[in-house]
């Protein structure tokens, strides 16, 4: 049975390696996260937070299995949340109890909801490039531990999703920085062709780069 879990887990590793190797926005990598996250966890929730700089918040940007109910009341988590912990300390926080649960959530634990709901979880601080840029939390219905060999997949398997999601915000920040650059260059483009003066701009070494009609 354990060779099987193990198995099932280099599985779920190697394919959210090769889903994220091509993933180019948050939102691809955040689909990729929920989807294997969830496969290799065999969890039956996942929520996966960015790190809002700005705000100092935590941010929800993908989720599945969860309550709509419950959905609100983490939407945001600040730093009065116990999750927001593992933010603050870089260290993961591993419920496996009912009873636990109940502690570190009173609040949640004892909200009337529908449905099935949370009895155990983990949650781990995504950290690229020397800061936290967002959480994993994956959850599920019934108790259950959380070996050191479980806990080893989960921190790969995190680091996989902190380094895409760092790389998808670079690529964005780019294509941003670029639409910008050329609706500029489109602007300045219009203005020269339309103004009554004659504009001539050279580079260092005197070669006419721009000259209106």
């Known amino acids: 049975a354990r060779e099987v879990v193990a198995r099932r887990r280099l599985e779920a590793l190697g394919e959210l390696a090769s889903s994220l190797s091509a993933a180019l926005t948050t939102e691809d990598v955040a689909k990729i996260v929920v989807e294997s996250g969830m496969n290799g966890a065999t969890a039956d929730t996942c929520t996966l937070y960015s790190f809002n700089e700005s705000t100092r918040q935590l941010d929800l940007i993908a989720e599945r299995g969860c309550n709509p109910e419950i959905v609100k009341q983490i939407r945001h988590i600040g730093p009065e949340s116990p999750t927001y912990g593992a933010i603050a300390t870089g260290k993961s926080l591993w419920v496996e109890t009912a009873e636990e649960y109940a502690r570190v959530y009173p609040e949640l634990a004892h909200k009337k909801v529908p449905g099935e709901r949370a009895q155990a979880f983990w949650s781990v601080p995504l950290i690229a490039e020397g800061k936290p840029i967002g ?8 108790p259950r531990t959380f ?10 398997f995190s680091h996989h999703c902190a380094e895409a999601l760092v790389r998808a915000h670079h690529l964005e920040g780019e294509r941003r920085a670029r639409e910008v650059a050329e609706t500029l ?29």
């Open 185 to 213: 260059q489109a602007s300045l483009a219009t203005t020269l062709r339309s103004i009554g003066d004659a504009v001539i701009a050279t580079d260092a070494a005197g070669c006419v780069t721009i000259m209106n009609p």
């Open 147 to 156: 070996p050191p060999s479980e806990r080893d997949f989960v921190t790969t």
């Open 135 to 142: 959480l994993l939390g994956m959850g599920f219905h019934e």
